[in-house]
């Protein structure tokens, strides 16, 4: 069993920069491929990014590549998204979330690849 709770949403201006974190409970976390997703109003949960248990591979979806970068500390059982160059259509409720903890070779990039979620957090960019 994975707790996850994200933090560090908020209002920007375009152009701007942000930093949302997840913070895990439980020893599953270093053995865990995490993803971030978010969800805008009216619109499906989408994938954002992902990285391997290892922290060796990440992953975007091309909407953020070369903006968004993924990260995580295993020995802090925290997970990162460092968001710059930000749109007015990155505006949404951001969520992370962890696989079953197995150190699987797959990193899921689609929401069904995930057991466990974060409550989420509002990331809103101004134009």
């Known amino acids: 069993q994975v707790v996850l709770r994200e933090s560090g949403g908020g209002l920007v201006q375009a152009g701007g920069s942000l930093s949302v974190s997840c913070a895990a409970s439980g020893s599953a976390f270093s053995a865990s491929n995490m993803g971030w997703f978010r969800q805008a109003p009216g619109k499906e949960r989408e994938f954002v990014a992902a990285i391997s248990w290892s922290g060796g591979r990440t992953y975007y979806t091309d909407a953020v590549k070369g903006r968004f970068t993924i990260s995580r500390d295993n020995a802090k059982n925290k997970l990162y998204l460092q968001m710059n160059s930000l749109k007015p259509e990155d505006t949404a409720v951001y969520y992370c979330?962890?696989?079953?903890?197995?150190?699987?070779?797959?990193?899921?990039?689609?929401?069904?690849?995930?057991?466990?979620w974060g409550q989420g957090t509002q990331v809103t960019v101004s134009s």
């Open positions: 979330a962890a696989d079953y903890g197995r150190r699987e070779i797959k990193v899921p990039t689609t929401k069904n690849g995930y057991a466990y």
